[in-house]
């Protein structure tokens, strides 16, 4: 037998571990792609693998060390919510804590979740540069459950475990280091090697196995004190709104700092276990899965071809104009935006500035990048400028005869194979399209304002768009940061369409009896940033209204008409202070009142219940239409749209989910009994009577 034959081994336990030796020191490889989840398979072979290295007396550590991409990325989200596999999380990471010889976690790629909760339960960590260390969990409505919530305050403190746990947000290797979540950083090449030569010297100088769970001194100075939590709460208060997750972290946190270990992680578990049964980490892994479906077309895959877009052009400087283009500069393309006149094409140029300036003012962007963006962007008051441009998106005033034009004569303009895009909110863009003779290389793409913000863009197919055509912006989106969501032409797309019977519901609920306050309210409790009312006095309520047309029958109306446009008059449906700090008002109350009469409606008590069905239900009426049509592909891609357009709130999960959560059967039988009172409007999809019957849901097209 040879000597490396003697010295080296390896042991397959399951098909996704491994145990090799080499020398005194054993490696624990795991190989589960795409992200190393620790699913049943992965924990059993974790747990057979420190077995058996503990029972090898050759061996003197452990390196648990995963291939591929990255290090465990957290526990099998997949497996959540369905019948738990043995062993479980905690045990996995109290038996490596217990193992008698030092195990070594080499970490790369994103340690997350259970991943680092497995890293700290290791006796020592090291990483290369570019890893990154956090506990995702509060994202997925969860808590770190296998005792990452008592491991790391001991490990850096209450206030940056409870700034890292109810982020969500990771750290570098770096920072981990400073903080004394990783013991070396080691070279970026050579991890497993370093891991190995690190596990030899801690053998060779007989370092003791460290474990965090015996550590005291950072989590000390804090106990007895419940003001450090209740300070952190208050800060907190506004960004944990509605969700339950951030609390229970919070609670975790404070049982490490005040109990004995074994007693924080009985209260981790039971808390974790609430969490992951409740709905609204049911909700947020929805999203979670759903984030990503969006991607999936069924006629596009990743062999589909795209065009190369190096060039951009945008029609229009205004707000929305402005804001699409700094999503190009952003990404390093350079961007030539065309406006009708001069003055307008500086303002917008100079708010661009601003812009930049301001978040640089804000040390999220050095002066020297501004600069930078600000060269990439180039004014034009020709049209003809943009005939090198890949890709154009006309983002004017939303008009179809005025879009029409510009089509046709960026037809005669723009390059052969140029993608020519609308950022039209409402209308049809075959319409559009066919003003160009290359009507395959038009669609839409519909930002959301402030377009420099929004995570949404609303890809828009059209009947002839071409499949390169659709790839190349759904491609796009995620290089600009957007998520996108393809949807079909109709009024409005997804999210506008179903915008206007909630705002149909606001608008008649306040002349049969709520007021705005409570509408907004209601909206506002269900978890949505602002409701109806608030909404449109921050977007102007004369968007659309002029004083010539204006018939003064909408409380709207009238409210422009005394000049009352909203925030920026200082008053619109509610009366605003310096502060821009909403008060109801008694003037528009008066004003509806005095509506309601002329219309000869008599107003009633109208209850919170009424107010959000009506405004919900018949926007998932709308959303079960549009699936119905084929607008959208999926109903998760609806809930994509709404949460990440519309504030609709996370841990609600989207209109469709939610839904499903309310019960397919209980929204149809209220919209039925809404029918019934008030007429056709409300009259039930028939993709929402057809699932109900055959006991189906959304989730099931
Ligand atoms: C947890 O750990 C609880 C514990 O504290 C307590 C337990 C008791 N599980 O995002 P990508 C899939 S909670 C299952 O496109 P990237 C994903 O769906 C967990 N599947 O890649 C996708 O599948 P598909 C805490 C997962 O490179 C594919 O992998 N951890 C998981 O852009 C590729 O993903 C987290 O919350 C998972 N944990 O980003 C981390 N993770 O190809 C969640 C991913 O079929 N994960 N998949 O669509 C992430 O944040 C990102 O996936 C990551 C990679 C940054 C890792």
Known sequence: MSRAAETSSATRINPVVELRRDGEIAVLAINSPPVNALSAQVREGIVEGVRQAGTDARVKAVVLHCEGRTFFAGADISEFGKPPKQPMLPEVVDFI????????????????????????????????PSAKCGFPEVKLGLLPGAGGTQRLPRLVGPERAMDMITSGSPVSAKVAKEMGIVDEIVDETDLLASAIAFARKLVAENRPLKKVRDLDDKIAAARGKPEIFEAFRKANARKFRGFQAPEYNIRCVEAAVNLPFDEGIKLERQLFQELVSGEQSAAQRHVFFAERQVWKIPDISDDTPTLPVKKVGVIGAGTMGGGISMNFANAGLPVTIVEAKPDALERGLGVIRRNYESTAKKGRMSMEDVER??????????????????????AVFENMAIKK??????????????????????????????????????LGMHFFSPANIMRLLEVVRGEKTDKRVIATAMQLGRQIGKIAVLVGVCHGFVGNRMLEPRQREANRLILEGAMPWDVDRVLYEFGFPMGPFAMADLAGLDIGWSRETSKGETAREILCEQDRRGQKTGAGFYDYDENRNAKPSELVEQIILDLSDKKGITRREISDQEILERCVYTMINEGAKILEEGIAIRSSDIDIVWINGYGWPVYRGGPMFYAEQVGLGKVLERLRAYEAKFGADFKPAALLERLVAEGKGFRDL
């Open 373 to 394: 963006r600000m060269e990439l962007l180039t004014g034009s008051l020709r049209l003809e400028d943009l005939a090198d441009c890949d890709l154009i998106i006309e």
């Open 97 to 128: 804590e217990a193992s008698s010889k030092p195990v070594v976690a080499a970490l790369h790629g994103t340690a997350l979740g259970g991943g680092l909760e497995t890293a700290l339960a290791c006796h020592y960590r090291v990483a290369v």
């Open 405 to 442: 034009e510009i089509f046709s004569k960026l037809d005669a303009i723009a390059k052969p194979g140029a993608i020519l895009a609308s950022n039209t909110s409402y209308l049809n863009v075959n319409e559009i399209a066919a003003m160009t003779k290359r009507p395959e290389h038009v």
